[in-house]
Every structure is written in structure tokens, then in C-alpha cells.
């Protein structure tokens, strides 16, 4: 049967940030946690006082969560992020993936986390810079969104949007006159209207619109 551990309470030090409980267990090691003025008031522990490994261990647990979420506070409170660079930031803090996971959930369901609206905000600037809608997609999942998320968004807020014509107003500013289909030219032009985003058909469909509007230029 294991041996159960206790913990002395050997010294409380008070600092700008809170308090440091400095701690020594009946197994000879010593720790020191930092905890905010409010948990020292909620933990009600003095000097001297001895602690079970229940309690010690429940301390520990609200101490990193309070402290992971007064980081996360931090980190939103200095710009936009998803719940993907949240955790990313939160470990880069040395807290571990299970609570910076949890963390970006607690944010998310209290409504500091909007990943709808990031993605509604995030697609007016790529539509400003004409992306196709593979290259949208796949910009926003590679951000950190959920792909079910991001699909869902694109299917219902950007069906209307007329890619062909995006498409075709990239070809008339970046590639005109026209290259002729079997030069090398005309390939290079369709890689990059590709790595933009646009499918076979849009593309094609742009070709069109760009013929079209040269032929009633003449």
C-alpha cells in the first residue's frame, strides 16, 4: 500500500503578483506556486498549516488553470486568434496541450472566441485579393479552422460569388495581351491562376469573359 504524502505549508511570501506557498512534502521535496491574490483569499491556507495529496494536487490544478487563463486573457487581449493559435501560444508558455485545450474551449464557449466571424472576416479580405475558392479553403484550415466549419461557411455565404469573373480580372491585370493556348506562356499563366484557387471550369470560363470583352474592344 502506498504511502500517503502530506505537504507543510512552510512559508507564504507575498509579491506583486500574489502570493508563493512554499511547500515541502513528507517526501522531502519542495515546491513553490505562485498563486493570484484571489486564490490565496479562496485556498484560505496559512503558515504551518499540512495539506493532503488531494487537496494540494486540487490546489495545483485551479492554480494553472487561473494562470493559463489569465494568459489567455493576455494573448486576446493583443489581437485576434483562433482556438489553434491560442494553444499554440498557451504551450509556448510551457502549460500543458490538455489544459491550453481546454483553455481555448473555455474562451470559445464564453464568447472571447469567434471562429464564425474570423472566418466571415478572413474571407472578405482573400475575395479582396480574388483567391479562388480551393485556395480559400484551404488557407482557412491550414490557419487552424475545422474544415466541416469552413466548408459550411463557404457554401452558404460565397455561392454567389462569381469566381469566373475574379478570375478573369487577374488574367486582364497580370496577363495581357492574351497568350496564345500552346506557348509556354499560356501554361505558366494557368499554374498560377490554379495556385490561386480557380478549378478548370472557372478558369475557363474566364478565358471566355476576357475573350468576350477583347472581341467588343476592337
Do not use: W
Not at 487537496?55 to 489581437?79: K, P, T, V, W
Not at 466571424?117 to 485579393?129: P, R
Not at 484551404?138 to 487552424?144: A, P, R, S
Amino acid at each position: 500500500m502506498d504511502k500517503e504524502i502530506y505537504y507543510t505549508v512552510e512559508k507564504i511570501k507575498k509579491t506583486p503578483a500574489g502570493r508563493v506557498f512554499c511547500i515541502k512534502s513528507t517526501m522531502g521535496t519542495n515546491f513553490e506556486m505562485l498563486v493570484s491574490n484571489e486564490q490565496y483569499e479562496r485556498f484560505e491556507i496559512d503558515e504551518g498549516e499540512i495539506i493532503d495529496d488531494k487537496r494540494f494536487l486540487a490546489i495545483r490544478e485551479e492554480m494553472l488553470f487561473d494562470n493559463a487563463r489569465r494568459a489567455a486573457f493576455s494573448i486576446l487581449s493583443c489581437g485576434e486568434n483562433n482556438k489553434k493559435s491560442l494553444i499554440m501560444k498557451l504551450q509556448s508558455k510551457g502549460f500543458s496541450y490538455e489544459l491550453c485545450k481546454n483553455m481555448a474551449l473555455y474562451m470559445e464557449h464564453r464568447g472571447y472566441i469567434d471562429e464564425k466571424k474570423q472566418i466571415g472576416l478572413l474571407c472578405d479580405g482573400y475575395l479582396k485579393k480574388k483567391y479562388g475558392k480551393i485556395k480559400i479553403i484551404n488557407e482557412l484550415v491550414t490557419k487552424g479552422y475545422l474544415r466541416e466549419d469552413v466548408m459550411e461557411y463557404v457554401q452558404r455565404e460565397l455561392s454567389n460569388v462569381d469566381f469566373a469573373e475574379n478570375c478573369a480580372y487577374i488574367i486582364e491585370n497580370k496577363f495581357m495581351p492574351l497568350p496564345s493556348v500552346s506557348s509556354d506562356n499560356f501554361k505558366k499563366m494557368m499554374g498560377a491562376l490554379m495556385r490561386y484557387g480557380y478549378n478548370f471550369g472557372e478558369i475557363k470560363g474566364a478565358l471566355s469573359l476576357v475573350v468576350a470583352r477583347g472581341n467588343k474592344d476592337e
